[in-house]
C-alpha cells in the first residue's frame, strides 16, 4: 500500500483546489490548504474541516513566515493561487502581475527551503495567438502587445514557468509545470468570466445565454475530475520532474455550439422559450443560424471586455507528452460534465 503524503495545495479553497484537497484525502494523503479566500469561498472545503487530515489556514502566500511554516511541513506542493479569470486580470493587472510572479517566486524559494517537490499551475494562455494546432510544450509561444492588459495573466504564467524551470535547473528543485487547458465542473464561478458557469446560470434561469463575438471561436473543455487524476499523476510520479505539460480535453466545440449544448440541458422541450435572433450581421456571419428555440443573443468582444480585446479563435491541446509520461487521457464527455452541472447547479 502507498505511504500517505503530505501536501500542501495553494488556492486549496478555489474550483480545482478543493476538488485536489477531496481527492488526495480520499485516497489517504494529508492536505493542509492555505488560501486568503480572494476568488475561493470557505463553503468549497466546509466539508472537509472536520476531516482529520485537512488542515486550512487562511493567509496568502505572499505571508512567508506562514508559507515558511507550512512548506516545512509537507513533501509536495501544489502551485494553485493565482489571479484567475479574464475579467479579473483586464481589471486588476497590476493585482494579477504581483499576484502571479511574485506569488510563485516565494512558494518556489519555500519549496527549496524544505526540499518539497513544487508542482505549479500553468495555463494554455501562454500559447498566446499561436496559430500552429493542437498546441505542443516545446511550440513557440506569441502574446499581443503590452499595452493589452489580457496578456499581462499569460506573461505573468511565463514568467512562473520560467522561474521554476530556473530553480530546477540552478538549485535542483523538483519542479513540474503543468499548463491547464478550459477545466470545467462544480464550484467554479462565472463572476471573473469562465465561460460555462455563466452559460449554466443564463439557460437554467432561462435567460438568453450571452455569446462574445460570433461565437465561432472554439475551445476544449476538461472535466475537473479528469484534470485531478493528470495532476495527481504527476505529483506521483518520480521521472517527470524538470518537465512541462499540457491538460486538457482535445475534443474542440464552438461556443455557440457550447451554448446551444447547455441550452438543451437545462431546456428540455416542456421549458423551451422563444429565441433571440442574433443581430442582422452576425447573423449573416453564422454558418448555421440558431434554430428557434434557443435564446442566444451575441455581444462583442469590446463590449464585455474593453477597446482593443484580443481572444484566440482556436486553443486545442496536444497530449501526447503527458499520456506518455503517465498514462493519463481524459474519460468524462462534455455532455455528462454539462448534465452534472445543469442538474447539481445553485446560485452563486
Ligand atoms: N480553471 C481553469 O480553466 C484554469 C485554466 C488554466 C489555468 N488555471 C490555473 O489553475 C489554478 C487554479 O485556478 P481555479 O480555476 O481553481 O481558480 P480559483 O480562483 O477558483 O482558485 C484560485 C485560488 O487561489 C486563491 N488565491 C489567490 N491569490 C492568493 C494568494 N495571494 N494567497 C493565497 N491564495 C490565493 C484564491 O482565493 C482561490 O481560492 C490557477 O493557477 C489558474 O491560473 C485554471
Redesign the pocket.
Known sequence: MKQPTRYLI????????SHLAEALLEQGDDVTV???????RMENIQHLLDHPNFHFVR????DSAVLDRLASQVKTIVH??????VKLVVEHPVYTIE?NVM?TEAVLKAGLRYNCKVLV?????VYGKGSKIPFSEEDDTLLGATSKSRWSYAAS?MVDEFLSLAYQREHGLQVVVFR?????GPR??GR?G?VIPNFVRQAVQGDPITVYDDGLQSRCFCDVQDVIRAIIGLAENQDVTGQVFNIGSTTEITILDLARKVWHAANPPSRILDKEKPSKALATALPQPATEIERIIFVPYDQAYGEGFEDMRRRVPDISKIKQAIGWEPQISLDETLQHLVQSYRPE
Open positions: 495553494t488556492g486549496g479553497a478555489g474550483f480545482i483546489g492555505i488560501d486568503d479566500l480572494s476568488t475561493g493567509a496568502s502566500i505572499t494553485l493561487a493565482a489571479a484567475v479569470g499576484t506569488g499551475a500553468s495555463t494554455s494562455e504564467k491547464l487547458f478550459n477545466t470545467v467554479q464561478r471573473y469562465m
